[in-house]
């Protein structure tokens, strides 16, 4: 993936919640982690936003955190 849509898919996550963290290391990856209080797909192109999302990162890992949700997301660009 490219840094450019890398950054597009941040400010993305950052229109969804205020709670977003990312650490950018100098081996060409990100981790972003998202905290949620909750996820709806409401419409189907929410639900195909989220599959491409999970779709460009290396790894990911949605987990409950008290009463939100934590997503971990890996991404490496080239």
Not at 7 to 15: A, D, F, P, V
Not at 19 to 36: D, G, I, W
Not at 53 to 73: E, F, K, N, S
Request: hydrophobic fraction near 40%.
């Amino acid at each position: 993936m490219k840094r450019a849509t890398f950054i597009r898919i941040l400010k993305g996550m950052k229109l969804v919640s205020n709670n977003v963290s990312v650490v950018e290391n100098f081996n060409n990856k990100a981790l972003v982690t998202v905290r949620v209080s909750e996820m709806i797909g409401e419409s189907h192109k929410q639900i195909r936003s989220f599959q491409k999302v999970l779709a460009h990162c290396t790894y990911y890992c949605i987990r409950p955190d008290g009463d939100g949700l934590t997503i971990t997301l890996e991404f490496q660009w080239e």
